[in-house]
Nanobody, 124 residues
Framework: QVQLVESGGGLVQAGGSVRLSCAAS????????MGWFRQAPGKEREFVAA????????LHADSVKGRFTISRDNAKNTVYLQMNSLKPDDTAVYYC?????????????????WGQGTQVTVSS
């Protein structure tokens, strides 16, 4: 069982930066792959980034590549999403997810646990 709590969202101006955190509880955190997704009003949940349990491999959506970076600290049971050069189109509720799959995945239906989400609003 894994429980996830996101934090770090808020209002930021275009071009600014925000770092999201996802704190996990559960003894198996170090063995789960983690992902960040986002959902804007009226749109489907969209893949943002994923990281393997070891932290050695990552995936980023093309729309955020070069601007966002996912990382994790297994000692702190926390995964991060550093978001730089933010754009108004990045405005969404950001969710972290955990999956026991051996490989990273972009598919939201392959994640086993989700946090409650944190709102990020980018003003122009």
């Amino acid at each position: 069982q894994v429980q996830l709590v996101e934090s770090g969202g808020g209002l930021v101006q275009a071009g600014g930066s925000v770092r999201l955190s996802c704190a996990a509880s559960g003894r198996t955190f170090s063995r789960v792959a983690m992902g960040w997704f986002r959902q804007a009003p009226g749109k489907e949940r969209e893949f943002v980034a994923a990281i393997r349990w070891s932290g050695g491999s990552t995936l980023h959506a093309d729309s955020v590549k070069g601007r966002f970076t996912i990382s994790r600290d297994n000692a702190k049971n926390t995964v991060y999403l550093q978001m730089n050069s933010l754009k108004p189109d990045d405005t969404a509720v950001y969710y972290c997810g955990a999956t026991f799959r051996a490989t990273m995945t972009r598919r939201s239906d392959e994640y086993d646990y989700w946090g409650q989400g944190t709102q990020v609003t980018v003003s122009s």
